[in-house]
C-alpha cells in the first residue's frame, strides 16, 4: 500500500464508522417520529390528527443554525435536516403537496424546498385548482407564488385569499434564476418564445436587446412552455433549472433575469391553523370603503401596539364602487396580546376582515 492509501484507509474507515452512527440515528429519529404520529393519532383522533407542524419544523431548523460550527455552511446542514423530516413526517402520514404544475416550475421548486423530497407533490394546471384542491381536501397542502422581487404582487393569489376560506401556514422565498432554453442549441432558429406573462416581464430587458422581434407566447406555467419548446424546434422557452434535465432541453444562456438577485416568495396553503414557533408573521385581508382617512384609521392601531408591518398591497375590493381590499403582512402570530388587541380594534373598524394565518417566518 503506497502512502497516500495508507493515509486516505484510515480517514475512510473513519467515515465507515461515523456513517454507521449516523444510520443508526437517523432510524432511531425515525422511530420516535413514528411514536409521535401514535401519540397524535391517540389523543388527536384517526381523522383528525395533525401530522405536519411547520412551527415544529422551524423551531428544529432554525436550532440547527443556531448551534452550528461549521465546516458545513448552516443553509446546507438545514437543507440535510429538512430532508431528515421530511422522511420522518412520510413515515408518519404521506403528505399530498398541491402546486401549479406541470412538473418543473419554480412552483414545485419551492414545494421541494419546503417540504423536502418525500412529499408527493402534485401538479395542478391553474392556480385556481391548487386553492380547489386544497380547500376539498384532496390535497394536505398548496404552494403558491405570492410576490416577486422585480414584479411585485401576484395579484391572482390574492384575488383568490379573498374567494377561497383557507389557512396560510407557511412562506419561503426562493431564488429565480431564468434560463433561455431550446430543444437543440447546435442550430437554434428561434421564431418564438414561450413562458408565463410574469417571467417575460422578468427578463424584459435582455429579451429586447436580444430577442426584439421573436414572438412571446403566454402560457399557464413555464413548465408548460418548457414542454412545447420540447416538442417544437423552432421555439424557446424561459425556465428554471429543473426543466432543462425534466424536459430534456438545452440551455442556450443563462441568467436571463433583468434583476441578478430576483427572488419570489411563496406561501404554503392549509386548513390548519399553526401555533407559535417564536419568530412568526401573521396575514390579513381587509375592506375598506374610499373614504377620508380609511387607510390611516387601518393602519393606526399597528403603529400604537407596536406591531411592525412587512408588507401591504391594495386591490379593488371587486363589488363596485370605489372599495379597496388589503393584503397585509406584519410580524407576531395571533395568539400574542398585542396582535390580538389589533385584530379586535380592525375587526370593529373595517367592513370586512380575514385572518388568512399566523405562521412562522421562513427559515431557508
Ligand atoms: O414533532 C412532531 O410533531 C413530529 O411530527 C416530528 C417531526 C420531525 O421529524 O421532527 C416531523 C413532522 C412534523 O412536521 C414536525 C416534526
Redesign the pocket.
Known amino acids: 500500500m503506497t502512502e497516500q492509501e495508507q493515509a486516505l484507509k484510515v480517514l475512510r474507515d473513519q467515515i465507515d464508522s461515523i456513517d454507521q452512527q449516523i444510520h443508526r440515528l437517523l432510524n432511531e429519529?425515525a422511530k420516535?417520529?413514528q411514536q409521535?404520529?401514535e401519540v397524535?393519532q391517540k389523543y388527536q383522533g384517526e381523522q383528525d390528527a395533525v401530522?405536519?407542524?411547520?412551527e415544529?419544523?422551524a423551531q428544529?431548523l432554525r436550532r440547527v443554525m443556531e448551534r452550528n460550527e461549521g465546516p458545513l455552511p448552516d443553509k446546507e446542514v438545514a437543507r440535510l435536516f429538512r430532508e431528515?423530516?421530511s422522511v420522518?413526517?412520510a413515515l408518519?402520514k404521506p403528505m399530498r403537496v398541491a402546486f401549479l404544475g406541470p412538473e418543473g416550475t419554480f412552483t414545485q421548486q419551492a414545494a421541494l424546498k419546503h417540504f423536502g423530497h418525500s412529499a408527493d407533490s402534485a401538479p395542478m394546471n391553474t392556480l385556481d385548482q391548487v386553492f380547489r384542491e386544497v380547500e376539498a381536501g384532496a390535497a394536505h397542502y398548496g404552494v403558491v407564488p405570492i410576490e416577486n422581487s422585480t414584479e411585485g404582487m401576484a395579484t391572482h393569489t390574492l384575488d383568490l385569499f379573498k374567494r377561497f376560506n383557507l389557512r396560510i401556514c407557511g412562506e419561503l422565498e426562493l431564488p429565480i434564476h431564468h434560463h433561455l432554453l431550446v430543444k437543440d442549441s447546435a442550430e437554434p432558429v428561434i421564431k418564438r418564445i414561450y413562458a408565463h406573462q410574469e417571467s417575460f416581464a422578468q427578463c424584459r430587458s435582455w429579451l429586447e436587446a436580444h430577442y426584439p422581434d421573436v414572438e412571446h407566447c403566454f402560457v399557464n406555467s413555464n413548465g408548460e412552455g418548457a414542454k412545447r419548446a420540447s416538442e417544437d424546434p423552432q421555439s424557446a422557452a424561459i425556465a428554471g433549472e429543473m426543466a432543462v434535465e425534466l424536459y430534456q432541453l438545452d440551455v442556450l444562456e443563462r441568467n436571463i433575469e433583468d434583476q441578478p438577485d430576483n427572488s419570489t416568495r411563496f406561501l404554503i396553503l392549509s386548513n390548519q391553523e399553526v401555533g407559535p414557533s417564536g419568530d412568526d408573521k401573521t396575514s390579513i385581508l381587509m375592506c375598506a370603503r374610499d373614504k377620508p382617512g380609511a387607510l390611516y384609521s387601518l393602519l393606526e392601531p399597528f403603529h400604537r401596539h407596536g406591531i411592525s408591518l412587512t408588507r401591504i398591497e391594495t386591490r379593488p375590493a371587486g363589488q363596485g364602487g370605489w372599495s379597496y381590499m388589503f393584503y397585509i403582512d406584519f410580524e407576531g402570530h395571533a395568539d400574542e396580546p398585542a396582535v390580538q388587541k389589533v385584530l379586535e380594534e380592525l375587526e370593529s373598524s373595517s367592513v370586512e376582515l380575514k385572518l388568512l394565518g399566523s405562521y412562522p417566518k421562513a427559515v431557508l
Open positions: 429519529r420516535c417520529a409521535v404520529a397524535k401530522f405536519y407542524r411547520p415544529r419544523e428544529v431528515i423530516m420522518c413526517l408518519e
